[in-house]
């Protein structure tokens, strides 16, 4: 097929309605049918990527196999479709804005004013048909972030009004994404925030093709009926989106509601085959019939945002399935761990990861959790600052280093035992320019990993600035923690272990970015496993 079609995902009446879950989802049914599709995303803030961003301000930074740092709703993407995105997956206002006032600054537009409408919406525009002429996919689902109304949003509208025209009937689709609130008092649906929403969409020149209502209760077809009838669209086009207990419910809904076929009737594309979900069925069915249950404990610093481990969070669901085992997380503040605290704020851990982060804060907590865990022999998975908080504190209370650290934390320490790479030493820039994206791993045969793994060779996924300090190589590996993957273009040391230990493995990538519904992330998988064996 030479045209590509595109839909269009906006949202109303509230933000956090799951655009990105609804997206994913009808393009994991599309795949399921045969087609090629992909996702993207467009977010309307003026930072140029989520790098620069605060966990606390929109949850975790996803990266990509090319490096890119990207909203984590393009981690539900390939967890759902199970194809790696890229930095043309997401884009924001602020590298929209970069790339006009850059070619401004070139002479590019020879004179004329540069403005919202023709120059914003032109590149708007141009990023949302980069990834179908690049990869010539059949479908290129793309969500709008926000929620209809908002000033940021207006040129991405504006744009995507103008596409349609461009791209010839038929050949782009309308989704729009409400929320029908449910008053207890009077036992009733209210219609009519999706109605306002709508007449929003139409002030903006937009006639939505299809609804897709989220509820916490049936809608009958009375209510599919009113909303049809004033929001201009067939009955067939009112879906529901019914609240369920786990997300990767939702493409077995919108299976239900019969979404895909919607979508491919108005696109005029063919039904193909049924969608194959056996895969997808089996996940469901062994994460709802679980034969065990474990808790893990997750220290972090910004557990009060969920969405800030967003990915090591779904990996061990995942995990937790392919083990038929319900894995329960408890978040740990790091801040909260001290000497004294240690064991009470660790009790009932069957298993412990420690996640990533930058900063000294917090980090002390961290410390001692890896202490306590390895001498207790508790499973242990420490992951990018996880991993470098294992190294510190098994340079400072087994090697006898007392002052061993990071030299992000301390810049005097006579022992950094994790440093600073010559060619970062010179970066003062902040965004992009970290260790990012996909590197290669050669695992050592003899290592626990390499029994996990199953192979030599391995690619993982980047995001951090320091390393380890290979010059203290030979006193770990000679006193017990090994190395047991290194680059091997680079010679940087990706994974350590202590083969003493029951299961104690810190990686300096993150799995976590890597792990998908239909292939959960192998050390995942094995950490569930081996606390399962409790
Ligand atoms: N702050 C550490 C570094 O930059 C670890 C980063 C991370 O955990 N992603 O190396």
Redesign the pocket.
């Known amino acids: 097929m030479s045209t590509t079609k595109y839909v269009f995902v906006t949202g109303g009446v509230t933000s956090s309605l799951g655009k990105g879950i609804i997206s994913a989802s009808l393009a994991k049914l599309l795949q399921a049918r045969g087609y090629s599709v992909t996702i993207q995303k467009l977010d309307p803030y003026i930072n140029v990527d989520p790098g620069t961003l605060n966990p606390y301000e929109h949850g975790e930074c996803y990266v990509t196999e090319d490096g890119a740092e990207t909203d984590l709703d393009l981690g539900h993407y390939e967890r759902f479709i199970n194809i790696p995105t890229s930095q043309a997956n997401n884009v924001t206002t602020g590298r929209i804005y970069q790339t006009v006032i850059n070619k401004e600054r070139h002479g590019d537009y020879l004179g004329k004013t540069v403005q919202v409408i023709p120059h914003i919406t032109d590149e708007i525009k141009r990023n949302i048909q980069l990834l179908g002429k690049k990869h010539n996919y059949d479908v290129v689902i793309t969500e709008i972030g926000g929620t209809v109304g908002d000033i940021e949003s207006l040129p991405y509208i504006e744009a995507v009004r103008q596409l349609k025209w461009e791209l010839g009937l038929q050949n782009s689709l309308f989704i729009h994404l409400t929320l029908v609130p449910y008053l207890s008092a009077s036992g009733e649906l209210k219609t009519k925030p999706t109605q306002h929403s709508v007449k929003l969409m139409l002030e903006n020149g937009i006639q939505p093709d299809v609804l897709v209502l989220r509820t916490e209760h049936p809608l009958n077809n009375d209510i599919k009926k009113k909303v049809a009838l004033f929001c201009n669209v067939d009955i067939e086009s009112v879906i529901q989106s019914i609240d369920v207990s786990t997300i990767y419910e939702v493409p077995l809904l919108m299976k239900e509601e019969k979404l895909d076929l919607t979508v491919l009737r108005k696109l005029n594309l063919p039904e193909n085959e049924e969608p194959k979900l056996e895969k997808w069925k089996q996940f469901i069915n062994n994460f709802k019939n679980p034969k065990k249950e474990i808790t893990v404990g997750l220290i972090g610093k910004y557990v009060e945002l969920p969405d800030s481990y967003k990915s090591i969070i779904e990996s061990m669901v995942h995990a937790g399935s392919m083990n038929q085992c319900k894995v329960n997380i408890k978040s740990i503040h790091s801040e909260r761990i001290s000497n004294d605290t240690v064991a009470e704020c660790l009790k009932g851990m069957q298993g412990i990861i420690v996640?990533?982060?930058?900063?000294q804060r917090g980090i002390e907590g961290k410390i001692i959790a890896v202490n306590y865990v390895r001498e207790n022999n508790i499973p242990f998975l420490g992951?990018?600052?996880?991993m470098?908080c294992a190294v510190i504190e098994y340079a400072r209370n087994v090697l006898g280093l007392d002052d061993a650290d990071?030299a992000?934390m301390s810049r005097t320490t006579k022992n950094p035992v994790?440093d600073l790479m010559e060619e970062q030493k010179g970066v003062t820039e902040k965004g992009g320019t970290?260790r990012l994206g996909a590197y290669p791993c050669k695992i050592n045969k003899g290592s626990k990993v390499f029994e996990i793994y199953n192979k030599e060779n391995i690619h993982e996924r980047h995001?951090?600035?320091?390393?380890f300090n290979n010059i203290y190589l030979e006193k770990f590996e000679k006193s017990g923690m090994k190395s047991a993957g290194i680059n091997p273009d680079t010679g940087l040391v990706e994974i350590m272990e202590i083969p003493e230990h029951r299961w104690f493995i810190g990686v300096q990538f993150?799995p976590e970015y890597k792990s998908t519904v239909v292939n959960p992330h192998p050390l995942f998988v094995n950490f569930v496993k081996e606390i399962c064996k409790d």
């Not at 996640?355 to 900063?359: E, I, S, V």
């Not at 995001?463 to 390393?467: A, K, L, S, T, V």
Request: glycine share 16%; net charge neutral.
């Open positions: 996640a990533p982060g930058f900063g992951i990018c600052l996880g470098q990071s992000e994790i970290m995001r951090h600035r320091y390393e993150h």
